[in-house]
């Protein structure tokens, strides 16, 4: 039987428009381009993990607006639960307004909308749903107050807590030690005092960090890898050398295959192996969900 991961995170509605350049303060430029589609890091990590092959539960929050209707069945298409993504009246859902302009470089503005009315209350509900070989994900685009409290609900249940903390917040000390593993790329390690020049320094970082930081700590090094370690090992993977077309989202893909693998019950060495090789794959291919591997 398939074992469940538990994704706490934020569903967006991404509006992506194609422009020439970007506009000046106070000037409007007309888009050559616009489509909209499925965002946020908790949808992503969770469509990953299910293109994986693990059997995902989604919690989150939408508008009761078309934006939230439209995510929740293109999660569902996905293969996610979506039991649990509810919609909240009045309220829209978030939104990422993206600029990307003729070089492909990119600006964006996240209005988290319907995702900050997650809670601890909602954390609470879920915790007789955790136990002894339950894995709950979560990041950092919800609010301070859900990951503390799912730390603490994981802690106190004897469940598995990964932690994507991007973007980078100001969470408990006793919340980042939950994290098994905690999971960041270099700049987000960075504002957490972890530093390297290469892989190998990168490795010992993680090495000193497991155990003190966080029970275990997994930094992705984008066309380098990955390292990770745990108190009693620490590894280098490298990534393969690929034609890399887009790497949106290429850090939601590794982080939703590493959390698929560590569910069941794979060690962390390995689970950061499959999940370097996905996400290599996911940077050859244009767009971010749809450009994640079917396992
Ligand atoms: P993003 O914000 O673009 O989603 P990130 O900054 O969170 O990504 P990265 O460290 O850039 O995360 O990349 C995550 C993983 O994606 C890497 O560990 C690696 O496995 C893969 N990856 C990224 N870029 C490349 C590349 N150019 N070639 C091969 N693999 C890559």
């Known amino acids: 039987m398939k074992r469940t991961l538990l994704v706490v995170g934020s569903v967006n509605v991404d509006a992506v428009s194609g422009v020439e350049r970007f506009p000046a ?4 430029v007309l888009a ?12 992503n990590q969770a469509v990953a ?33 979506v039991t649990d993504v509810a919609a909240v009246r009045g309220v829209p859902t978030g939104i990422a307004q993206i600029l990307v302009d003729a070089r492909g470089e990119n600006m964006i503005a996240v209005s988290s909308g319907a995702n900050d009315a997650l809670d601890a209350a909602a954390v609470d509900a879920l915790a007789d749903r955790l136990g002894p070989g339950t894995t709950v994900l979560s990041q950092g685009e919800v609010p301070v107050e859900v990951l503390d ?81 745990t108190c009693t090992s620490s590894a280098y993977v490298a990534a393969p050398v690929v034609d890399a077309v887009d790497a949106t989202g290429a850090g939601d893909a590794f ?4 959390a698929s693998r560590l569910a069941v019950g794979v060690d962390l060495g390995g689970a950061v192996q499959s999940a370097v090789a996905a996400a290599s ?7 971010t969900v749809e450009s994640y591997p079917r396992r």
């Open 25 to 28: 303060p106070g000037e409007t």
């Open 32 to 43: 050559s381009s616009y489509r909209q589609g499925l965002g946020g890091k908790g949808a």
């Open 49 to 81: 993990a299910a293109l994986d092959g693990a059997r995902v539960e989604l919690v989150a929050r939408t508008g009761d607006d078309a934006g939230g209707a439209a995510v929740r069945a293109e999660l569902a298409g996905w293969g996610v639960d």
């Open 149 to 229: 409290r799912l730390a603490e609900v994981c802690r106190d249940r004897g469940a598995r807590f990964v932690l994507n903390l991007a973007p980078p917040r100001d969470v408990a000390p006793r919340t980042l030690r939950t994290a098994d593993p905690l999971v960041v790329n270099e700049h987000e390690a960075r504002t957490l005092g972890l530093d390297g020049a290469d892989p190998e320094d990168w490795r010992l970082a993680c090495a000193a960090a497991a155990g003190r930081l966080a029970e275990a700590v997994v930094v992705t090094l984008g066309a380098r890898g990955a390292v990770a370690a």
């Open 255 to 258: 982080v939703g295959v590493l």
């Open 281 to 287: 794959q996911a940077v050859t291919r244009h767009g």
